[in-house]
């Protein structure tokens, strides 16, 4: 069905609109005929500030996509179930994982959801489990858990699901979402710790025969190496992909190696960047 779809950064590293605020976190609001999405929720009640000050109503969200567990994308879910206790979340059976980043020390801390976005999660009126593909929206689609095909992406970081730091966290739960444009599909990013050419790959999939026009979000390349980095450029510019906007997790030498790969397709997304598409 043909009409307007509109996404706004609510929550990024970056603060792009006088009044709004930045934190190591992601969300994006996504307005939909009629309908209304949050995709991540940042990492704290920051989210409702922004919201605020871009003049989104949170309570409005009919539902809310969790892109994976980490505490910066999930953070805010107690804020947003608060303001839209209705709104049905999308989320995979092991959101909920306990997880921790091995630090340079040796040591380890969580980055899991905390206790008070769980316990929300728990209160919420329904949970989709979106362990594969799963429609949110007329259109609107999350792609579940994204099969890891190349040889050269890994999660991208010292990621664990046990505090001592043993048990690799190979993040099944991350997730993109993706729709349908007049000029192709659109995908929206968490941190795609699946790897973003995975990510790409299998939303062609399942959407045949659609070229990806826009892809925007977290890429976690912030660790890359050169030969990631590399494939990651080839096979992004043979994929033709229109327009790039990494942000958050995906590392500043990340987006400046994109960017000059990509000469004219990258953009900034920061906090207030708000990108309109049109729905065949
Ligand atoms: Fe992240
Ligand atoms: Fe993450």
Not at 160 to 172: A, K
């Amino acid at each position: 069905m043909a009409g307007k779809v509109k996404v706004t950064t609510l929550v990024e590293n970056t603060a792009g609109t006088e009044g709004t605020r930045a934190e190591h976190g992601l969300a994006f609001w996504i307005e939909w005929d009629g309908q209304h999405v949050l995709f991540d929720t940042g990492q704290s009640d920051l989210l409702a500030h922004n919201a605020r000050q871009l003049g989104v109503d949170l309570s409005q969200a009919d539902a809310i996509i969790l892109s994976h567990g980490h505490y910066d994308h999930t953070g805010g879910l107690a804020t947003a179930i608060g303001a839209a206790p209705k709104a049905i979340i999308y989320a995979h059976t092991d959101v909920a994982q306990a997880r921790y980043a091995r630090n340079r020390d040796g040591t380890s801390r969580s980055i899991g959801m905390t206790a008070d976005a769980q316990t929300s999660m728990e209160r919420a009126a329904r949970i989709a489990r979106t362990d594969g593909p799963t429609e949110v929206l007329d259109g609107l689609w999350v792609t579940g858990s994204i099969p890891r095909q190349s040889d050269y992406e890994d999660t991208g970081g010292p990621f664990f699901v046990d505090e001592s730091c043993t048990v690799p966290d190979l993040l099944p739960d991350d997730q993109a979402a993706f729709f349908d444009t007049t000029d192709g599909t659109a995908v929206l990013l968490g941190c795609a710790h699946s790897g973003v050419v995975n990510t790409l790959e299998h939303i062609r999939t399942l959407a045949p025969g659609r070229k990806i026009h826009t892809v925007m979000g977290g890429m976690h390349l912030v660790a890359a190496s050169d030969e990631r980095m590399d494939r990651t450029v080839e096979r992004l510019a043979r994929l033709d992909v229109l327009r790039l906007g990494p942000a958050h997790c995906t590392g500043k030498a990340a987006v400046a190696r994109l960017a000059y790969a990509l000469p004219g397709r990258c953009f900034p997304v920061v906090i207030g960047t708000a990108v309109e598409f049109e729905r065949p």
